[in-house]
């Protein structure tokens, strides 16, 4: 029996991944309540697999006593002399049992439970593993699909990506290679669920941390990212090396870095924005691709006008209002963009004030 447990622990450990020890261990217990239900009614039954030649022992476990009321779970100091010579009064001791068809009965009795021992193990090295992927992105394929999600293939585990996390217009068959963002890890009766995430913010930034050395080394750091799912983001980065393009290292030589990660993203546009503590430098890049003439700020209510040439009107905006949307959320500001001839009217109006006097003026008049 021995070399057959060897041989079942040696291939478990092997495709499941599960240390020899731990599964030693669940398959004593295993073995344990299976002697238990088979043979006995007691509970002073012990069962140990040895760690060297994997040979089973099974024994009663007995209290030493002067008197023995309870022959079953107490033995007297003569007797217990005889098992153990080292026996002493009030220790115990472990008296091997010899149970017939032992090898046989336990071992089919015990292979249910080994097996739910086993499962049960392995749901748990699955959850240590990907737990501790919380927050990073992970390839796999597309194995089925249902209603309202795909199962997808990770190594030795099966995550889930819920198909409301996935980009407009994207399907996927079976067999489809795909790379997703883990969003958590939650422990149900079925084991470990792995959630994955296509939609995420933070799938885009890291997408750029495996695409860029410069961003896994610290180097440049992402300061913070916006996005609006299948359509657009803006990610704002920064370094302190002077000598480093912080947007040039994210867009790569020819822009390989850059449209890796947009062919990843099935087009999403990605504006990538150098981060700088001057408000007004940065309310105009994260208006990103409009050119800005003008900013005005008001720092006690974080609202800024923004004059943009006519033409450039539409493409500071943008469809649906999204560049200054996405451009507000970047960064913490309100934003109020107008085209110059607007802002010249405004002027004229206001007899030639600043644009900060005027955004200042503007305030009260919009909220009365």
């Not at 657009?232 to 947007?247: E, N």
Request: aromatic share 6%.
């Amino acid at each position: 029996m021995s070399k057959e447990l060897r041989y079942i622990i040696d291939q478990i450990s092997h495709e499941k991944g599960i240390s020899r020890e731990t599964l030693r261990t669940t398959i004593e217990s295993a073995m344990l309540t299976a002697v238990k239900r088979k043979f006995t009614k007691f509970d002073n039954i012990g069962l140990t697999i040895s760690p060297i030649d994997y040979e089973v022992s099974v024994f009663k476990i007995r209290s030493v006593v002067d008197t023995v009321t309870d022959n079953q779970t107490q033995v007297s100091l003569e007797e217990a002399i005889a098992i153990s010579p080292d026996a002493s009064l009030g220790c115990t001791i472990n008296e091997p049992l010899d149970i017939k068809d032992f090898g046989r009965i336990a071992a089919q009795t015990a292979k249910q439970v080994i097996m739910q021992k086993v499962r049960e193990a392995e749901r748990d090295v699955i959850y240590d593993k990907f737990a501790n992927k919380v927050g990073t992105v992970v390839s796999g394929t597309i194995i089925r699909k249902d209603r309202f999600s795909y199962s997808v293939s990770v190594g030795k585990a099966e995550a889930v990506l819920p198909v409301k996390e996935t980009l407009q217009r994207e399907h996927f068959k079976n067999g489809d290679i795909i790379r997703a963002y883990i969003e958590l890890v939650n422990t149900t009766n079925k084991g470990p669920q792995i959630v994955l995430s296509r939609i995420s913010t933070n799938f885009v930034a890291a997408l750029f941390k495996m695409e860029v050395p410069e961003i896994s080394d610290n180097i440049v750091q992402i300061k913070d990212v916006v996005r609006e799912p299948g359509e657009r983001t803006k990610i704002a980065v920064f370094t302190k090396d002077s000598t480093i393009d912080p947007i040039g290292a994210c867009v790569g030589m020819k822009g390989t870095r850059v449209q890796a990660i947009v062919r990843e993203l099935r087009g999403e546009r990605i504006d990538i924005i150098h981060w700088t503590p001057d408000l007004r430098l940065y309310i105009a890049r994260a208006l990103t691709p409009a050119e800005v003439d003008k900013i005005g700020i008001n720092e006690e209510d974080k609202t800024a006008m923004v004059v943009v040439d006519d033409s450039q009107l539409s493409v500071a905006i943008g469809k649906k209002g999204q560049n200054v949307k996405l451009a507000m959320k970047l960064t913490g500001w309100d934003i109020d963009i107008i085209s110059e001839s607007r802002y010249s009217k405004i002027r004229q109006d206001k007899s030639d004030k600043s644009i900060d006097e005027i955004l200042q003026e503007r305030q009260p008049e919009e909220q009365s």
